[in-house]
């Protein structure tokens, strides 16, 4: 168990992830999440875990896995918790062309929806973070004439700059806002049951809303050593869409590194740590917002099952 001497407590590997109206936590044996319903009562959803597989803890073999079924498990919760917010509202608010759909083609709509947002969202972020960047740095190779370093540099910086106003224009949705709220929530909570404090919505205003190991952290790292490992695999600018390509070939090697990295700031508190978390923390400043308390009662909610029976089970 690492101690965090700022705070006399310990480093936990419980984790979360912001819903809609509601907090995931996930720990050790116990998933769970909590929604706020628009009656004002929280749901509360639990449920086991699957043993984790040999390969979810070999070092750089288990980045990839556990980042996708993160990914799948928190698209079903986020999902999930979009319906469990409109419980109850009334039907008046359905428009006519979501009534005309779910008629036409009844228990099959969500899963359509579910497939076309998923392969939406996945061409946003090739389209996004590759190939715009890509085409924004031969564009300007054009006209001064750079290494290939210097290149890659650039489309890195890039890829920051579209990342970082992709998140700030975001925040400018009211829902969107809300979940950043959410999130700060979950951050929040996380960080009083580190500190070794009871749970309570007064003890965990106290905290900061910003942890190193975070989703938006675990982001920034991907595309920072994005730029490194293109370098080091020597990915030539030659062809457009066959530099891509490659880059989507060497995505698992980024995120295996970016992985370890993460858990690693996560684990220790140090220098090296620090250094690492720091452009992460910042960028949550925009990514999580300060929390009301019934957000927080949602987060704590959430939490509270993901805590093990077994006395230091959850602790690095």
């Given at each position: 168990m690492s101690k965090d001497k700022n705070k006399g407590g310990f480093k936990t590997q419980i984790g979360g992830q912001a819903l809609i109206e509601g907090v995931m936590m996930r720990g050790p044996k116990v998933q769970a999440m909590a929604v706020?319903?628009?009656?004002?009562?929280?749901?509360?959803?639990?449920?086991?875990?699957?043993?984790?597989?040999?390969?979810?803890?070999?070092?750089?073999?288990?980045?990839?896995?556990?980042?996708?079924?993160?990914?799948?498990?928190?698209?079903?919760?986020?999902?999930?918790?979009a319906d469990k917010s409109m419980q109850g509202v009334e039907e008046e608010a359905t428009s006519k062309f979501d009534k005309?759909?779910?008629?036409?083609?009844?228990?099959?709509?969500?899963?359509?929806?579910?497939?076309?947002?998923?392969?939406?969202?996945?061409?946003?972020?090739?389209?996004?973070?590759?190939?715009?960047?890509?085409?924004?740095?031969?564009?300007?190779?054009?006209?001064?004439?750079?290494?290939?370093?210097?290149?890659?540099?650039?489309?890195?910086?890039?890829?920051?700059?579209?990342?970082?106003?992709?998140?700030?224009?975001?925040?400018?949705?009211?829902?969107?806002?809300?979940?950043?709220?959410?999130?700060?929530?979950?951050?929040?909570?996380?960080?009083?049951?580190?500190?070794?404090?009871?749970?309570?919505?007064?003890?965990?205003?106290?905290?900061?809303?910003?942890?190193?190991?975070?989703?938006?952290?675990?982001?920034?790292?991907?595309?920072?050593i994005s730029i490194f490992l293109t370098s080091a695999f020597r990915i030539q600018w030659g062809n457009l869409w066959l530099r891509v390509l490659l880059k989507l070939c060497i995505l698992p090697v980024i995120v295996s590194v970016a992985y370890e990295l993460i858990k690693l700031a996560?684990?220790?508190?140090?220098?090296?740590?620090?250094?690492?978390?720091?452009?992460?923390?910042?960028i949550q400043r925009l990514t999580t917002r300060e929390p009301d308390d019934s957000q927080i009662e949602c987060a704590i909610a959430a939490f509270m099952p993901c805590i093990p029976e077994e006395k230091g089970l959850d602790k690095w």
């Open positions: 706020r319903l628009p009656n004002g009562e929280i749901d509360l959803e639990q449920w086991n875990l699957k043993p984790a597989r040999w390969y979810n803890k070999i070092p750089f073999i288990r980045g990839p896995f556990n980042f996708v079924g993160s990914m799948v498990s928190g698209y079903k919760c986020l999902t999930k918790s005309w759909l779910t008629e036409k083609i009844g228990d099959k709509l969500m899963p359509i929806v579910t497939v076309v947002s998923s392969v939406l969202g996945v061409v946003l972020a090739l389209g996004l973070f590759i190939l715009i960047p890509a085409t924004v740095t031969k564009m300007i190779s054009k006209f001064v004439e750079l290494p290939d370093i210097a290149k890659n540099i650039i489309e890195g910086v890039i890829k920051m700059a579209v990342f970082i106003f992709y998140i700030g224009l975001t925040a400018l949705l009211k829902d969107i806002r809300r979940t950043y709220e959410y999130h700060g929530a979950e951050h929040k909570t996380i960080a009083c049951y580190e500190a070794g404090e009871e749970l309570t919505v007064e003890n965990v205003k106290k905290h900061r809303r910003f942890h190193p190991r975070c989703g938006t952290s675990f982001m920034f790292l991907v595309l920072f996560g684990r220790y508190d140090n220098i090296l740590t620090k250094i690492i978390s720091a452009p992460g923390l910042w």
